[in-house]
């Protein structure tokens, strides 16, 4: 059903939505129990499959929480573009939606660089709901179950214009292989499937990946914005220390110009090693305050959970 019909029978159809005659029947049902709130009874149509394969997530996070480059910010622009003008191209100018009006976006980089974030703040600002496809739930060794899992997914997300998310996308999207036993013939298989489901999503998908060299080709060719979050440089890391270094904690000596400039890591990395500092100040340590020597010796204990080292100001460890 167009959103001309759909309008007729319900009234201003949000931005987005493309809507069934089945789902007009079961959303004049709903509209009484939302106080005829049409955006939030769409929302509530598409929930109910969503909530047993995935992950609900509420975006709490905005722009000012992200470091992001000047290219890196106009990619974001582009993304929030493309959803937003839609209707614009498609319908006002005319432009054929080959394959179709959805928004496929990648967002690759080591971890800790910022991608989930940069997910919930593009469902944010989108002012939609973001759901986190586990894959452990999607993927079934029964012949044909992930298929019907995923057709589950994608079509509860169109009906209620939701964000769907695919963490570590890879998992799914994998590059397909050499068919030596039937489970990759089924695997080859799943990931066909996806690649026709993509061409008829009209929703908008973001996938995460540590490994973009591990993502099949034939999915890049549908992604329509690539944005990469590699490790911050020092200028980037300094910015990010400041920024979790929150006006209101009690902060004492502290320089991280030299620990930015030194010590090459993910603001992930750098987000824990402030959070344990500040407990450990809260505890009592160097008079309650949080200072350099607490954010080196927290640093460091995330650097060994990685399994690396970094040296101190004067060639030594830090302690």
């Keep these: 059903m167009d959103a001309t019909e759909a309008e007729a029978a319900l009234g201003p159809v949000p931005e987005g ?18 106080d005829g709130d049409l955006s939030r009874a769409i929302r509530r149509l598409g929930a109910g499959p969503l909530e047993l394969l995935t ?18 910010e106009e990619q974001f622009e582009e993304l929030l573009s493309r959803y937003r003008m839609r209707r614009v191209v498609y319908e006002d100018w005319g ?6 009006a959805g928004v496929v976006a990648l967002l690759s980089g080591p971890s800790g660089t910022g991608k989930t974030t940069a997910a919930e703040i593009v469902a944010g600002e989108l002012g939609l709901d973001l759901y986190l496809v586990d894959i452990s739930a999607v993927v079934s060794k029964y012949i044909g179950e992930t298929e019907k899992n995923l057709e589950a997914i994608f079509d509860a997300a169109a009906a209620g214009n939701h964000v769907l998310l695919f963490d570590e996308a890879d998992a799914l999207f994998g590059a397909r292989t050499a068919v030596t036993d039937a489970r990759d013939r089924y695997a080859n298989i799943e990931v066909a499937y996806l690649l026709q489901r993509l061409e008829t999503f009209d929703g908008i998908l973001l996938m995460t990946t540590n490994l973009i060299g591990n993502i099949d080709q034939a999915f890049m060719r549908r992604v329509h914005v690539a944005i990469d979050f590699p490790v911050p440089v020092a200028a980037e890391r300094q910015r990010i220390w400041e920024r979790w270094l929150a006006e209101g904690a009690p902060i004492g ?5 030299e620990l930015a400039r030194r010590v090459e890591v993910s603001g992930g990395v ?16 160097s008079d309650g305050l949080i200072t350099t020597d607490l954010l080196e010796r927290s640093l460091r204990r995330e650097l060994q959970k990685l399994g690396r080292l970094v040296d101190g100001p004067d060639g030594g460890p830090i302690p």
């Design 270 to 285: 750098i987000r824990n090693a402030c959070l344990t500092a500040a407990f450990l100040a809260a505890a009592g340590h």
């Design 253 to 257: 000596d502290v320089d991280v110009t």
């Design 95 to 100: 432009l054929a939606a080959v394959p179709s």
């Design 55 to 72: 992950r609900r997530i509420r975006p709490r996070r905005t722009r000012a929480d992200l470091v992001l480059t000047a290219e890196q």
């Design 17 to 34: 939505h493309r809507l069934t005659a089945n789902q007009v029947d079961e959303l004049r049902r709903i509209m009484p129990v939302v």
